[in-house]
């Protein structure tokens, strides 16, 4: 199993994260975005969002998840679109909500005899879905969205923030990733751009622990020739060694791109962990730019990007005007073959702003 491939550099103390974290404490989301982003979010329905609300990932046999809809639910707000926003969060609620208490199962499978047959939350989902809710509870002075944003910004810390070792972790989700040895994470869970706006709902120490030591593992938690962070990582509860799990794919790809999305987007743009990413994209060795890198062999895919991780490869590289991430045309959701790769293009415009 390999080990981080940079080790003393980056293991950095709490009171340096924090300082990184100043970006975190932005008041709420500012007016709707322009015309441009609302006609491209009216194009993202059409495709992939259904009558009753849910959002269908089509590369994926036609199935939802909580973390589309709390996409869905944040491109709504800042398009100004209210029925759409309505729309999404009633089949949320009624369909997606776990019973005893306010996080939502991840998944609804829409041609399986029990389409929810996994009671399981994404932590992701939840804290896009609680965000939204928050900023769209001040934009349209809807108490009742900033009521329940609250309740499950207090689920989140209640059933989804660990202890392990010396750091205050995210599950990925309630249950099934506590192994007696550690804990298993997920580093693009940490949507780092959302925590201030759940700290103001919940106030709680709490979340400056979580998004402070979430900055020290991702530099930490680097692996391979170039560095990248993982899609996902086994974190060691005695010695707090980070290591690849052997039962995902070891590689930096679809999960992962969002880590420099994240941080990107909350003003932390001078992390390793997005420099390293910038680099891998912006690598002058390669033909075009790649989907994924395996970690342990050092190798690409051999296909290239889609239009949604060029979006953003251009956010994360906006610096380095030269290699493939500059030779690509801005894309549109109108290039994205599918739900992901359009969901990211249209999260990397909201982040852009």
Request: glycine share 8%.
């Amino acid at each position: 199993m390999p080990t981080p491939s940079q080790p003393s550099p980056w293991r950095l103390s709490r009171r340096s994260a924090l300082a990184g974290l100043a970006a975190l404490a932005a008041g709420p989301a500012s007016a709707a975005a322009p015309a441009a982003f609302r006609a491209e979010w009216f194009q993202f329905q059409t495709r992939f969002l259904l009558p009753e609300g849910r959002i269908a990932d089509t590369g994926n046999a036609g199935v939802s998840h909580s973390e589309g809809q709390g996409w869905g639910l944040l491109f709504a707000l800042h398009a100004d679109d209210r029925p759409g926003f309505e729309r999404m969060l009633g089949w949320t609620r009624r369909v997606l909500r776990r019973p005893g208490d306010n996080l939502h199962s991840w998944r609804f499978k829409p041609d399986a005899p029990v389409p929810v047959d996994d009671p399981n939350n994404a932590t992701d989902g939840d804290v896009c879905i609680a965000w939204a809710l928050l900023e769209a509870g001040a934009r349209w002075d809807m108490p009742e969205y900033s009521e329940l944003g609250t309740a499950i910004a207090r689920d989140i810390l209640r059933l989804l923030v660990r202890r392990v070792g010396s750091y205050s972790v995210l599950l990925p989700g309630a249950w099934g990733f506590e192994p007696a040895e550690g804990a298993v994470l997920n580093p693009s869970y940490y949507v780092f751009p959302a925590f201030a706006a759940l700290a103001r709902a919940v106030p709680d120490p709490a979340w400056v622990r979580v998004a402070a030591d979430g900055l020290v593992l991702l530099r930490n938690c680097r692996f391979g020739r170039w560095g990248l962070p993982p899609d996902w990582v086994t974190l060691g509860r005695a010695d707090g060694r980070l290591t690849l799990p052997g039962n995902w794919p070891p590689r930096f790809s679809y999960d992962a791109v969002r880590v420099p999305l994240y941080l990107a987007w909350a003003g932390l743009g001078n992390e390793p962990a997005l420099e390293a990413v910038r680099n891998f994209w912006t690598d002058p060795a390669h033909r075009f730019m790649p989907a994924w890198a395996d970690l342990m062999t050092d190798s690409i895919s051999p296909y290239p990007a889609s239009p949604g991780l060029t979006a953003v490869a251009r956010l994360a590289g906006a610096q380095r005007p030269t290699g493939p991430v500059a030779q690509r045309a801005e894309p549109s959701v109108a290039d994205a073959p599918d739900y992901y790769s359009a969901a990211l293009l249209l999260l990397a415009r909201l982040a852009r702003r």
